[in-house]
């Protein structure tokens, strides 16, 4: 499985941008798909998660403001982040998982100014 990640950039607190998540290769068998990230000098954490039935969930951080959504047809995961505030700053990463297995995309930087 491999992923590719982009859509960050830099934009201003209260903005907006769409990440996507494109996977390729092994893609029969994933079970979910998810975005993380990890802020300089932070742990990695979990953003959210959508299931291979279509349903999401959200770290409380961000629930209202980020939203996943999944194109089948493209094999591509989004996530819209809207209301930026300069904490989310961070790089971003999808990650799918197939057979207990863990894939993770390369990662996308996001960064949002005050």
């Known amino acids: 499985v491999q992923l590719q990640a982009s859509g960050g950039g830099l934009v201003q607190a209260g903005g907006s941008l769409r990440l996507s998540c494109a996977a390729s290769?092994?893609?029969?068998?994933?079970?979910?798909m998810a975005w993380y990230r990890q802020a300089p000098g932070k742990q990695r954490e979990l953003v959210g998660s959508?299931?291979?039935?279509?349903?999401?969930s959200y770290a409380n951080s961000v629930k209202g403001r980020f939203t996943i959504s999944r194109d089948s047809a493209k094999n591509t995961v989004y996530l819209q982040v809207n209301s930026l505030k300069p904490e989310d700053t961070a790089v971003y990463y999808c990650?799918?998982?197939?057979?207990?297995?863990?894939?993770w995309g390369q990662g996308t930087l996001v960064t949002v100014s005050s």
């Open positions: 990650n799918a998982a197939r057979y207990r297995i863990d894939y």
């Open positions: 290769g092994s893609i029969l068998g994933i079970n979910g």
């Open positions: 959508i299931t291979s039935g279509g349903s999401t």
